[in-house]
């Protein structure tokens, strides 16, 4: 079984433009979650998303937004870019929300 | 609130055990994680714990929960070169249904 897919995975923007990144679940699985990681504050939750509908949204600005599609892929946009926006865009994907799987993340450098 | 805590550092000599600690506050969490993160990749899930039991073992992974003090960690047998990485503890007791990431352990591996 193919694992979690994310693209692009590095990305150069300057600041002001808006991004947007695109996750593929595993095959089955209906749950998307995306997390930021940065040195400064770890691992932190963005949103997650079941059967199109966002089901829970962690504490980020409104510039950051996400949808998911009838396949469950994934995407995550960021508007307005910042210098702090600068981190591994992480995905994960979950078939019943026990186990997690990660894909390997979308490095997002803004200049 | 909630917090997943874990010491920063360590270094093992090959054919060693290793032994990353980390303590959480919410004593909700159904389930608790451990993830693997290498040099440039996503998170690797390693295992994870019910929270009802006190230990798993998996291959040279042994897992020990200890409930009432709120303390998790995972012994690594016999450690490799290739288990350098940096290791994650989480929990699932996010308010908005999240992991809950600790800062991470790095693992240094000496031959």
């Known amino acids: 079984k193919a694992g979690v897919t994310q693209t692009p995975r590095y990305l150069i923007k300057t600041r002001g433009q808006q991004v947007t990144l695109s996750c593929s679940p595993i095959s089955g699985h209906r749950s998307v979650s995306w997390y930021q990681q940065t040195p400064g504050q770890g691992l932190q939750f963005l949103f997650e998303?079941?059967?199109?509908?966002?089901?829970n949204k962690g504490n980020f600005p409104g510039r950051f937004s996400g949808r998911q599609f009838s396949n469950s892929r994934s995407e995550m946009n960021v508007s307005t870019l910042e210098l702090g926006d600068s981190a591994l865009y992480l995905c994960a994907s979950s078939l019943q929300g026990r186990e997690q799987f990660f894909g390997p993340g979308t490095r997002l450098t803004v200049l | 609130g909630e917090d997943v805590e874990q010491s920063l550092f360590l270094s093992v000599r090959e054919g060693d055990s290793s032994v990353i600690n980390c303590t959480y506050t919410d004593s909700s969490s159904t389930y608790l994680y451990w993830y693997k993160q290498e040099p440039g990749a996503g998170l690797q899930l390693l295992t994870y714990?019910?929270?009802?039991?006190d230990m798993k073992q998996d291959q040279r992974l042994t897992v020990l929960l200890n409930k009432k003090d709120k303390h998790l960690s995972l012994r690594i047998a016999d450690t490799q070169t290739g288990d350098s990485a940096i290791y994650f503890c989480a929990e699932s007791g996010g308010s908005q249904g999240n992991l809950i990431f600790g800062k991470g352990t790095k693992l240094s591996v000496k031959p």
């Open positions: 714990i019910f929270s009802n039991m």
């Open positions: 998303y079941f059967s199109e509908t966002q089901r």
